[in-house]
């Protein structure tokens, strides 16, 4: 089974708050968290697990107050230090931790009351640590045989499809690849096909487990991450970037389901609203699972099914369901009702028969080739696994 190493960068932060709040009592002293950020209403209900909380919340930017995050509203940063200051704690892990020191301490605040906490870029590089040592001592796969693994396992998903009978496309910057480069961008270190749903559910429960090649997905193992499926080269070793989570698996390309939307304006709109909210949930689980322990809600089978509710053949409109925070692209049905043969790296994959309307409606002029600026790449760090290295 395709093993998975996960780390959550919110538990250095989380861990050096316990300890730094061990001998307050938080009974008498309030707790204050200088700064709303996407992930305090986890580390609020990590400390109550430990027996210490949060009592407030402040924030420079006037479009945040009042806003109600857990348990938590969020203040102006001076009516609560005006009100708390001789006993309060404040809590800052932030980027801008100094100057947010130098504005506590200008509005009275003694320096021995303020904790500084490791901030996003400190505590993912802590994670990121935990994780290269597990890989210490890895032979590592430079770009060019890391896209030619990558091709194996496009090879592979292609060849059990036509013995299958299931449909398959080329997807994203693997098609705009094929189609501008007849190969990998050249810069490019991840690979994506798509299923419509039906077949994609059929591919994760029918395709062969226990050799090297393994398709891995939330059901299969509760610590993967993403609510769409990986297939994986068990021989390889992958650190994945993330935040808070980042984590250790194989070499892997994304294998994503296709389903649909209405084409009525406004039923559209509630549509995509509803698919970014399930969005929103699944990685709010995901960020929590690690660090709260007790009384967290898995919604994960609701949200899928949710999700990828609108059928892929009966569906006017066909788009993006997954990573909803980025735009959402759709096209006429029609543009995946048949799949022609394209040219990738010396070999033929399907791609959608409009594949042109789908690689304009995802990026636009897609023939035009970005500047270094533009050029979007993971941060991924493949190795392979001992005795395995070629």
Same mark, same amino acid.
């Given at each position: ?7 959550? *960068? @919110?538990?250095?932060? $989380?861990?050096? *708050?316990?300890?730094?709040?061990? &001998? ?17 209403? $986890?580390?609020?209900?990590? @400390? ?22 857990? &348990? ?5 940063? /001076? !009516? ?9 704690? %404040? ?11 130098? !504005? @506590?301490?200008? =509005? ?5 009351? $303020? ?10 590089? =802590? ?20 896209? =030619? ?21 080329? #997807? ?39 050799? /090297?090649?393994?398709?891995?997905? +939330? ?9 769409? *499926?990986? $297939? ?5 070793? =992958? ?6 989570? #980042? ?34 949930? +699944? ?13 967290? !809600?898995?919604?994960? /089978? ?9 059928? %892929? ?15 959402? +692209? ?6 995946? #009702? ?26 636009? &002029?897609?023939? !035009?080739?970005?500047?270094? &600026?533009?050029?979007? *790449? ?5 190795? +392979?696994?001992?005795?395995? #290295?070629?």
């Amino acid at each position: 089974m395709a093993e998975i190493v996960r780390v959550n *960068a @919110l538990k250095f932060i $989380i861990d050096e *708050a316990v300890d730094a709040l061990t &001998d307050i009592d938080v009974t008498n002293t309030k707790i204050v968290w200088f700064g709303l950020t996407a992930y305090v209403e $986890i580390i609020q209900r990590a @400390l109550i697990l430990k027996g210490k909380r949060i009592h407030h919340v402040i924030d420079n930017n006037a479009e945040k107050w009042g806003w109600i995050v857990e &348990d938590l509203v969020v203040f102006p940063v /001076r !009516q609560i230090v005006d009100n708390y200051k001789e006993n309060a704690v %404040f809590l800052i892990s932030s980027r801008f931790k100094n100057e947010m020191l130098r !504005q @506590l301490i200008d =509005l009275g605040v003694a320096e021995s009351s $303020i904790i500084i906490l490791p901030c996003h870029d400190e505590s993912s590089a =802590l994670a990121r640590e935990f994780l290269l040592k597990q890989t210490a001592g890895l032979k590592e796969i430079g770009l060019r045989e890391y896209q =030619l693994i990558m091709l194996e396992l496009l090879k592979i998903i292609r060849d059990f499809c036509t013995a299958t009978g299931l449909r398959y496309f080329l #997807a994203a910057g693997t098609l705009l690849g094929a189609v501008r480069h007849k190969g990998f961008v050249p810069w490019d270190d991840d690979a994506d096909v798509y299923l419509p749903f039906r077949d994609y559910r059929k591919f994760i429960e029918t395709f062969p487990d226990d050799g /090297r090649y393994e398709v891995v997905n +939330w059901e299969k193992n509760t610590d993967f991450f993403f609510d769409v *499926a990986k $297939i994986v080269d068990n021989n390889t070793v =992958l650190i994945h970037g993330g935040y808070p989570v #980042a984590w250790i698996q194989g070499i892997s390309i994304c294998v994503l389901p296709l389903s649909g939307y209405p084409d009525d304006e406004s039923c559209f709109e509630q549509k995509k609203l509803t698919n970014s909210m399930l969005d929103s949930k +699944w990685y709010q689980y995901q960020n929590a699972k690690d660090i709260i322990t007790d009384g967290l !809600q898995d919604l994960r /089978r609701d949200i899928c099914d949710a999700k990828y509710s609108m059928p %892929f053949d009966d569906s006017p409109l066909i788009g993006r369901t997954h990573v909803m925070h980025r735009p959402v +692209w759709t096209v006429p049905q029609s543009v995946f #009702a048949g799949a022609v043969s394209v040219e990738f790296e010396g070999e033929l994959f399907s791609a959608p028969i409009g594949y042109d309307a789908y690689l304009k409606a995802h990026y636009g &002029d897609y023939m !035009q080739v970005p500047s270094d &600026d533009d050029r979007e *790449a993971h941060e991924h760090l493949p190795f +392979w696994k001992p005795g395995i #290295a070629k």
